[in-house]
């Protein structure tokens, strides 16, 4: 069954989501922690795919009511599914665009 490309559900080829998934996977993590382990990503830019990742089900974001605000962010069940397409592609990468 094919995908039509408006049908995508997920923006896994974006320049930050594949990296936000791994800075995720070993449990949760307050933006500012996230923002520190992705050099070169901007606040604005994290923010936009942090709330992509959100609409599309794959993070869940808690805040809490806190002075200094407190937010924090968590893969989903069906985040961490996307690992193991991530794992998949990151294999496929390393067989198939190996510089000889």
């Given at each position: 069954?094919?995908?039509?490309?408006?049908?995508?559900?997920?923006?896994?080829?974006?320049?930050?989501?594949?990296?936000?998934?791994?800075?995720?996977q070993?449990?949760r993590r307050?933006?500012t922690e996230l923002?520190a382990?992705?050099?070169?990503v901007?606040?604005?830019?994290?923010?936009?795919?942090?709330?992509?990742?959100?609409?599309?089900?794959?993070?869940?974001?808690?805040a809490?009511?806190e002075?200094p605000?407190?937010?924090?962010?968590?893969?989903t069940?069906?985040g961490?599914?996307l690992?193991?397409?991530?794992?998949?592609?990151?294999?496929?990468a390393?067989?198939?665009l190996?510089?000889t």
């Open positions: 069954m094919e995908c039509a490309h408006g049908e995508l559900p997920y923006r896994i080829g974006d320049k930050w989501t594949a990296h936000v998934l791994r800075a995720l070993g449990g307050r933006f923002r382990g992705l050099p070169g901007t606040a604005k830019v994290l923010t936009e795919t942090l709330r992509a990742m959100e609409r599309d089900g794959a993070v869940s974001r808690e809490f009511a002075n605000p407190r937010v924090e962010y968590e893969l069940a069906r961490r599914k690992l193991g397409l991530l794992d998949l592609c990151c294999d496929w390393r067989e198939n190996v510089e």
